[in-house]
DNA sequence: ATGTCGGCGCCCCGCCGACAA
DNA sequence: TTGTCGGCGGGGCGCCGACAT
């Protein structure tokens, strides 16, 4: 099992990892316990922020003292899912770290190179159909012959009982039934109780999936519908906001545990970062205004595609409670979008680079140890010192790569002009573009996808062609997981 | 209106005062915005265990420099109701008092003299067949006389529509109809879409109140069902405990507001006391071991009824965290009570004495001005100077009275024989006690029940008489609203 | 391949008075 | 006075294939 010490003792029953990992996302990952991992406080405060739809108040108190990001031990996790409503959450417990330990830094190494098994699931979004009084549920072809126990087709019509457990180990059972002209596999009796028993509507997804003892396990993921409001009515959103930062600072002045609760579908990004991931951000990617990049989504149906994006700014998203946070610190427009629909502040570390190290953003000059845009300099020496006085073993040797070279943003193009290309593609001269283009003839042109720079831009491949471009994309071998595709023309 | 500055707007809608206080029960009164109050972060934090069903932790720390109680200006109060549950919440926002004001304190002891308006309404507790599918709604036939509007009885058989809000402005149908035989009222079409939309079970409990325009409304009341267990899956139990005691700390450090949700249904007792209530309870009841004492409670229906008690101990509820707290400082015994059915812990303000200054518990020696034995000495001048910086309009005239004589717990008799006699009626020798009664002969029995007394001994009022003991109630002339019964023999 | 609908059988919701507590 | 039940009528839940996309 890839995360075997994850501790998964719900309130009363054992929640299931597979089955709370289907629910909870492709792009989620828990840092393993024992690891060193990073915690942002004002992350933690947006996932509150989140819940309670509404921001922070002016009554919350500044808390000087609490850095913006602590270096802590993953003591614990627990897997948990919501009585009410099946939301997925887990129960971190962090220690600020406070000595060295070699382990755990091992420890967050794995959980850059984990892999999430392929469990054989199914996910579908609920239609009206589905959801109506009127009938059952209706079981695409390929989910129901990979996923479920094979029908006896000598019977007519060919059906059998199916029996799933959610998350909460509750048993549900349905009638499955192949019939209709033409064929189709639908799940009839039993399926109105789980519609109704779970709340679920037109726009829900459940999903199926089957665990190794081949099981068949059930869970639901809810449409992203309108503030769930959970006013609380316990605790004002003020209040909830002073505890966090309160138990972050209780907690590092005094090196004690903490304890915090991840609510992967409700936060807009992971606030408790594996050290490695945001180590390997940091040090190796050098990020400057107009940096082309890629990023994970989620697809509708439980899967993942990469968008692409450029950086648009790098400020603090709270410059007056979190100066000089490098917590989406980013802010970025995407090649497609409508209006909103992606965020427009990410981390450098929710991001991939566009590697281009000759074409674009290497830092204005040459330092030995360059200091990332993303972190100002007052922070940075802080950064270092506690680096320094926490972890010993990292020493001079760290960060020092890509970038040998400086150049501007784009050859001939001015920063306004660049932007100006970047919103208005319409508007862009291709005879400008060309020759741009043409200057970087025989330079380096990694990992960036040729029709994504197109599309970027307004232009065909062929366009490219006729303008006899050449891009060479040997010096530095592409690895496969990180390049959608190189186009040699 | 008793408390015409009270914002009523909930979230989105105007939440009916008459409905909310009906639905929050008879003993549940909020301090009138711009009132002194007495705030109890310890209180608070307890309304959130409750909640959650969790003690509070070890890990949350502890804020030396937060008082027990703080006296707060109450800015503001808002009405609520979860839209989930129809729980009733109110939001207050306080702000520590730093300046004198005279208003806030007059304010603050109107809320002693202020009586509800009897609104007509009745309640009642949901049966089996109230909450089957099989059937309608069976009421009391009084209660549909006096607050259903009055059916035409030349119909056969004679009905009605009933149109009734709900907290949150929800509109309800039923058919009132009045029939079967023999004839009762009944509500049907309607009644069960209604038990379907609140949840409602067996034992939950339905009320109607009419309001000043005549119109209908419409609360629940659940039953005190097992933990509704809010895991919240947002905010750690840690972070809550936190929030509350970091927000308050903060609060009084800086003189700035803060704000409270308060869960009448949730919450073990009041955690803001009107600053007047408070002040009447320390510095006029005289406590100490053994004392006999009355306290409100809510009976089933939305009536009121006295039990009474005695003190079995004084000391702190946490002497860890809270030290030298008023909060529930006393240990109670009640008269009539299953195991574990009443609190075993209340504060002084919760509870009213049965006076009987020269019977029962003087202070052991004369003071000026007595310190109550409630408030430990070095807490107590603590107060006294905050009192005097805060409030210098209370100078040294208060809390002198209800002292001038001493006299031991009950004359003749040990603490513990009198303990003794208190856990066992039955061991009381009558001649032992009618000898101990005789002593008081002349004595002044003020505001004492003495048929309370009597089945506090296992005694008939007839006993007493046989003994021939005298009781004066001359002296002082008893205050109507403040005693049950007086018995001159 | 699968979303929606008309048809229709039957379950159970819900209205009734009987009866008893 | 009112809680529970047997009786029973009808609305809607839910199973079916037709049909369209």
Redo the contacts with the bound molecule.
Sequence with gaps: MWMTRVAVTGDRNTINPELWHACAGPLVTLPPVGSLVVYFPQGHSEQVAASMQKDIDAHVPNYPNLPSKLICLLHNVTLHADLETDEVYAQMTLQPANSYDKEALQASELALKQTRPQTEFFC?TL????T?????F???????EKNFPPLDFSMQ?P?QELQARDLHDNLWTF?H?Y????????L??????FV?GKRLF?GDSVLFIRDKKQQLLLGIRRANRQPTNISSSVLSSDSMHIGILAAAAHAAANHSPFTVFYNPRASPSEFVVPFAKYQKAVYSNQISLGMRFRMMFETEELGTRRYMGTITGISDLDPVRWKNSQWCNLQVGWDESAAGERRNRVSIWDIEPVVAPFFICPPPFFRKRPIPPGVPDDESSEMEIFFKRAMPWLGEEICIKDSQTQSTIMPGLSLVQWMNLQQNPSLANQTLLAETLQSLNGAVMQNLGTTDLCRQYGLHPQTLQHNNIQFNTNRFPPQAQEVDEIVKV
């Design positions: 579908k239609t009206a159909s589905d109506s009084t009127h009938g059952g209706s079981v695409p072809r390929r989910a129901a019509p059906s009638r039934i019939r209709g002209q033409p064929k189709r596999h639908l009839t009796t039993g399926w109105s109780l109704g037109a």
